[in-house]
């Protein structure tokens, strides 16, 4: 622990600084602000928000958004491995080969990874920083509602339409359904793999949405299964290195590790997208933490705690790789990089059977992922609720309870029905656009595809983070912050969305980019269409439909019977 308290004493700064020093961690004032000097007992959350209240975002307290939950159950080892289990996925164990097919070189791959790694360090005390000034559920919605507050209900609909729309776990759903073929020896035809990879997001919505303890202790044991299947193959890795395997020749690729490297930057910025997808999710925390106890201590230990292990075990689980396989093969192997390298290693036989186990790191990370995001997607539709499309309902959890107008309104989908232990409207608004992307293309263009989609609105998303934490420096100096990112840090975020929003439409060297036949701009188009379509409804929702029948959206607080604090808007007609 005091290794990971000086990692954050290092490039982030604690609740001691000037901004600070008149929050108090012991009571509060008559007004409701902490009073004391002292900071030898650590802030509680509440107060925090007591001290922030003139930044909270939405339109719910923090005692209304934190209501209606199972309470705060998951600690610091439950966090980390919420973190390791979302980043350890099918990222490390399938990106390698497209990775290293765009920009041609294993040096040049490898240096990517470091990167990526670098920039998910930034991000992470970009978020450690908001997460500690809000401490609830939510994540980059809470923090786009808490800066952007005008134009009202914008920031909130359009983060909500990338969410729900672009929140789906197709990608890691095909990549177990390809790799349990391999291990059934079966050949891996559409119609099979979409019909594996539907089961799997049912099994995992059912696991989640009826029986969450029994969802919970198989997320927390894929997590640590999947850490143990990479340092499986890091072990593999230095024993292939050391020449005890039948690989012949094992440091070939490390020689000239950078020939052939690509000149365009576009591929580079394609490459970067799917080394950030394989780090994504050392912000989980962050959606949950109204699930989490004393969130802002766990969130500062949990954070860097799991982002780090993962970053040590990927950089030499690609020298394992490249160590095993030459580089071509690497390229043709694609998003099954693991299996080939165990049929390296150990031969066709054992390639089946252990392949089962890169499968089963799959479903662990369907599993982290739908958990935390069926959870935003309640909150959300709590927030911005209206009767616009059936009287007294709207859409997933930290979503739902914002309101946001969705069929069947809020109330539903910000609900935990029908359990009252766990969001089941919110886990089927995240199974609804995994099985639409799992049926609609063809697995072997999707996956590449898929990651360049989800990956191009993230930078925009995260471009608009990065700038509210600038402006709030700039216009609440004073509010407490428990901990503060070094501001160079989040420049270096900054510069990277910027560069990574700007240079896939730079046409690539290939002219195809590498989901041929579709354009190579096809995905920066469709990401940004989705998050303008995000505009134009809530000017549709806020604006033109209120000025064409001369109405005004007026919002009211309703409590659900399990507990839960809803946004309900009502039309009140104007004279």
């Known amino acids: 622990m005091a290794g990971i308290r000086g990692i954050l004493r290092r490039f982030g700064r604690n609740s001691s600084t000037s901004d600070n020093a008149s929050i108090s961690s012991s009571k509060l004032g008559k007004n409701g602000a902490p009073v004391s000097e002292s900071f030898a007992i650590p802030v509680l959350e509440e107060q925090i928000a007591v001290a922030n209240a003139t930044l909270n975002p939405g339109e719910l307290s923090f005692d209304e958004d934190t209501a209606g939950s199972r309470g705060r159950h998951l600690g610091v080892f439950s966090c980390t491995l919420l973190i390791v289990g979302r980043i350890i996925g099918t990222g490390i164990f399938s990106t390698p080969s497209s990775i290293l097919t765009s920009v041609n070189s294993i040096g040049a791959s490898l240096m990517l990874w470091v990167l990526g790694l670098v920039l998910s360090f930034c991000g992470l005390f970009v978020w450690l920083e908001y997460g500690t000034m809000f401490p609830r559920s939510g994540g980059e919605k809470v923090y786009l509602e808490a800066v952007y507050k005008k134009p009202k209900y914008l920031a909130t609909i359009f983060y909500a339409t990338q969410a729900i729309l672009l929140g789906f776990s197709s990608s890691n759903c095909i990549v177990f359904a390809q790799n349990i073929l391999v291990v059934a020896g079966h050949e891996a035809d559409r119609w099979t793999t979409r019909g594996i990879a539907l089961g799997v997001i049912f099994f ?10 029994i969802g919970l202790f198989l997320t ?15 072990v593999t890795g230095w024993v292939v290195l050391g020449g005890h395997t039948s690989i012949k020749d094992p440091h070939a690729n490390f020689r000239n590790a950078f020939a052939g490297s690509s000149q365009s930057s576009s591929d580079y910025a394609t490459a970067i997208f799917k080394v950030l997808y394989a780090y994504d999710g050392w912000a989980n925390i962050n959606y949950v933490l109204n699930d989490v106890k004393n969130p802002m201590r766990t969130l500062k230990i949990a954070g860097p705690l799991g982002l780090g292990i993962c970053a040590v075990l990927y950089l030499l689980a690609n020298i394992a790789y490249f160590a095993a396989a030459t580089k071509e093969e690497i390229m043709e192997s694609g998003v099954t990089v693991a299996s080939l390298f165990f049929k390296k290693v150990f031969g066709s036989e054992a390639q089946r059977a252990l392949t089962v186990f890169v499968a089963l790191s799959a479903l662990g990370n369907v599993m982290t992922v739908t958990f935390a995001l ?6 959300l539709s709590s927030s911005l609720y209206r009767r616009l499309f059936i009287p007294e309902k709207s859409s997933s959890t930290e979503l739902a309870k914002e309101g946001i107008p969705l069929p069947f309104g809020n109330k539903f989908w910000a609900s935990n029905w029908p359990t009252g232990k766990s969001p089941v409207p919110g886990l089927i608004m995240h199974l609804i656009p995994t099985v639409i992307v799992i049926i609609a293309p063809p697995p072997n263009v999707a996956y590449p595809f898929i990651l360049d989609l989800q990956g191009y609105p993230a930078q925009i998303i995260n471009l608009l983070v990065v700038l509210g934490l600038f402006w709030l420096r700039y216009k609440k100096p004073n ?17 990277a969305a910027v560069f990574l929003i700007v240079d896939p439409f730079l046409r690539p060297a290939n002219g195809v980019g590498d989901t041929p036949p579709l354009p190579y701009y096809l995905y920066c188009i469709i990401g ?8 134009v409804y809530w000017a549709a929702w806020s604006v033109v439909l209120p000025h064409m029948f001369r109405y005004e959206l007026v919002p009211e607080k309703e409590t659900l019977s399990d507990g839960t604090v809803v946004i309900v808007f009502q039309n009140k007609k104007l004279r």
């Open 204 to 213: 995992v919505t059912i696991a989640h949405g009826f029986t969450p303890r």
């Open 220 to 234: 927390n044991a894929l997590s640590v299964f999947k850490i143990f299947i990479l340092v499986f193959v890091i």
């Open 374 to 379: 069926s959870r935003l997607n309640q909150g």
């Open 479 to 495: 509010a407490h912050r428990p901990f503060k990112v070094w501001w160079p840090f989040a420049g270096f975020f900054l510069a």
């Open 528 to 535: 940004i269409s989705i998050l303008i379509a995000g505009i």
